[in-house]
């Protein structure tokens, strides 16, 4: 008769705890992060429509929506605090995720307005003062550099904090486009260069929304992390002692930074079913840091893995993915 074993990650105790302190560090920089950016808000919205320039209201509106996606980051790391229970499982932790794609699709969202309102600002160009850009827009980036720093101490490893991260990185340089435009005006009279600069800020906006997008989609597609090769572990862990084969394997994330592995292991007959679970659990925290592994370790002969002729090696039928087996050595 076969044998089931199971492994789970260890260690949760102490990562709850550590979990737990960067999350309260992380709320103190976002909330300060917050403070900072309400208040410049409020003043570039005043000083945009005095001077009726575009790029600072599109620089005001991108930072209401840096406000928002903190204010999303904060909720985010609230909901993701929470312990698992009932039917949620793994707690709340992928709120952070979603928060991250609500931060990726309002950027991408931000950008087809502010195109629309650059274009046509490059066909019917406004007069724009430029003495109150260029001087809203340096106080704009000694704000936002002030922002990004406090929001930097902060964990980005985590993908929520990082969607923040992102709306802030892009107001500083939307900032520094507009200080730019605001000198050409001032010296050159060409108020076009309001509506270029904001495409420039679109560009960037573009690049950090897909990015967040894609990211957040791999996680909620249960896809492997981008660091973590499948076909190269399951080939690892097929190379232990005593394993015969791997099917079934599944890397994913539950939140960004938390690696989670399942798998079939068969060994062979007589073998240490337990050694070989832990040998295998040990390889894949000191390797490739997936510290919660799920491994179901069966012998050869196991009623559940009748005996098929697959290059003479048994194995279940139907595995999800590709089989992995160990290599032999050729004479």
């Known amino acids: 008769m076969g044998e089931h074993e199971h492994s789970h990650g260890h260690g949760h105790d102490h990562a709850g705890h550590s979990h737990g302190a960067t999350a309260d560090s992380d709320r103190r920089w976002l909330a300060g992060a917050l403070a900072v950016i309400v208040a410049f808000l409020l003043a570039e919205v005043v000083a945009g429509l005095v001077a009726g320039s575009l790029a600072l209201l599109s620089d005001a509106a991108h930072m209401l929506t840096d406000a928002a996606s903190l204010v999303l980051a904060l909720w985010a790391i609230r909901l993701a605090a929470r312990?698992?229970?009932?039917?949620?499982?793994?707690?709340?932790?992928?709120?952070?995720?979603?928060?991250?794609?609500?931060?990726?699709l309002t950027l991408l969202g931000l950008s087809i307005w502010l195109t629309y309102e650059a274009v046509r600002r490059l066909i019917h160009p406004p007069e724009?003062?430029?003495?109150?850009?260029?001087?809203?827009?340096?106080?704009?980036?000694?704000?936002?550099?002030l922002a990004s720093w406090m929001i930097n101490r902060a964990n980005r490893?985590?993908?929520?904090?990082?969607?923040?991260?992102?709306?802030?990185?892009?107001d500083l340089f939307a900032f520094i486009a507009t200080a730019v435009a605001g000198l050409i005006i001032m010296f050159?009279?060409?108020?076009r260069a309001d509506g270029i600069a904001t495409l420039i800020v679109v560009v960037l906006m573009v690049k950090a929304g897909v990015g967040l997008v894609r990211a957040s989609g791999r996680i909620f597609l249960e896809a492997a992390p981008a660091y973590l090769d499948p076909?190269?572990?399951?080939?690892?862990?097929?190379?232990?002692?005593?394993?015969?084969?791997?099917?079934?394997?599944?890397?994913?994330?539950?939140?960004?930074?938390?690696?989670?592995?399942?798998?079939?292991?068969?060994?062979?007959?007589?073998?240490?079913?337990?050694?070989?679970r832990a040998a295998v659990a040990g390889m894949l925290a000191d390797t490739?840091?997936?510290d919660h592994s799920v491994l179901q370790v069966d012998y050869t002969d196991h009623e559940e893995c009748p005996d098929t002729e697959h290059d003479h090696i048994p194995h279940c039928q139907d595995a999800h993915g590709p089989v992995h087996r160990k290599s032999i050595a050729t004479n």
């Open 128 to 145: 724009v003062t430029g003495g109150l850009v260029l001087a809203t827009a340096l106080a704009g980036i000694v704000v936002n550099v």
């Open 83 to 104: 312990p698992a229970e009932g039917r949620m499982t793994y707690g709340w932790k992928r709120a952070e995720i979603l928060s991250a794609q609500a931060n990726g």
């Open 188 to 191: 050159t009279g060409f108020d």
């Open 157 to 170: 490893t985590s993908l929520n904090v990082e969607g923040a991260y992102q709306h802030i990185l892009n």
């Open 288 to 290: 490739h840091h997936i």
């Open 231 to 276: 076909i190269e572990i399951g080939r690892e862990m097929a190379e232990v002692d005593s394993v015969v084969e791997v099917h079934d394997l599944h890397i994913w994330e539950i939140t960004s930074g938390t690696p989670s592995l399942s798998a079939h292991i068969l060994v062979a007959p007589g073998a240490d079913s337990q050694a070989v």
